[in-house]
């Protein structure tokens, strides 16, 4: 049996396109699925104030410095679309979009990837499906009984639709931070934290963690101590309207509650407060589902990797997750670095 192409890319966002870049540059022949039906991965899909962390040109993907922005230092989600959408057009990557992976199963010496446009059989696959469509909320009891609104991050657009409500927003990272500040002029906000903020120093952005990040990897894999990585600075960047509404006194931090009621939540101690809506800004599990037939899932839904090789599938690599698939690899700038590790890896196994 012969397999129908080289390498099978699972997403077209930015990580998805780091690896066609990559791929491209070695002469590797590969297809990149992408169920969205649009460029732009899940950039095209967050909240309306949604900035980056670091100027454009820290924010760039192998290849093509992502251009500054006018009239900003940190680029607007919307940016980041057009600048995707750029450079898939300009690398003319084989992107192929509105195709849904179903599964991805052994088949003699290919790897079968299913999809709803068809099967490919590929010598390889580099999973690139990130963490959006997977967002996670906790199980905190009276969830059920709750009669206000809730939602999760990746379905909050615009602080309007929120005006004059009594809002929760659960969440101590930068998505809790940046929506809190969102909210913290037009509704009667509770900020709800399971510790008290942890602000990085203002003068902290994406390039300083991102240096963070690969020094922590450099030290692990060296076998040295532990640096912290970016957990070692802080949980929150002091992006410019997080620091506004932070030092004008919009931000106080509430303890997480222990339960939900009928109209909005109750304490340890027996407090209750009135809650209109919830937003759950509680983070999200990585968009592995596709694997289940490998069985190579471990804890917390991972899948062991040696760097980004699949250590119980050697034709299969992750990219984009986090910090066990590369460091900073669910940035733009981190990507570049594992992407190019796994390009050239699949180039040696392919011979």
Known sequence: ????????????????????????????????????????????????????????????????????????????????????????????????????????????????????AGDWRARAVISATGTWTRPFIPAIPGRREFSGRQL?????????????????????????????????????LSWVTQRPPRYLADDIDGRVLFYAATVRRRALDAGRTDTGGVA???????????????????????PMFRRLTTTGVEWVDGTRAEADAIIWCTGFRPALAHFAALRLRGTRGHIATEGTRAVGEPRLHLLGYGDWTGPASATLIGVGRTSRDAAREIAGLLG
Not at 20 to 40: K, S, W
Not at 79 to 91: G, N, Q, S, T
Request: aromatic share 6%; with cysteine; glycine share 12%.
């Open 1 to 116: 049996m012969t397999c129908s192409t080289g390498v099978v890319v699972i997403g077209g966002g930015q990580a998805g396109l780091a690896a066609g870049y990559h791929l491209r540059r070695l002469g590797i022949e590969h297809v990149v699925l992408d169920a969205q039906v649009a460029p732009g991965g899940a950039w095209q899909h967050t909240w309306d104030s949604l900035h980056l962390f670091s100027p454009a040109a820290y924010s760039s993907l192998p290849g093509r410095l992502m251009p500054a922005q006018p009239g900003q230092t940190y680029p607007d989600a919307q940016h980041v679309v057009e600048y995707l959408a750029d450079y898939e057009k300009r690398y003319e990557l084989p992107v192929q979009r509105g195709v849904w992976v179903d599964a991805v199963h052994r088949d003699g010496p290919c790897l079968r990837v299913e999809s709803d």
């Open 152 to 188: 999760h991050t990746v379905q909050y657009k615009s602080p309007v639709e929120f005006a004059g409500q009594r809002v929760l927003v659960v969440g101590g990272g930068n998505s809790g931070a940046q929506i809190a500040a969102d909210l913290a002029s037009v509704a009667d």
């Open 232 to 254: 070692s600075l802080g949980d929150i960047v002091a992006v410019p309207p997080v620091r506004a509404a932070r030092d004008a006194g919009l931000l106080p931090a509430t």
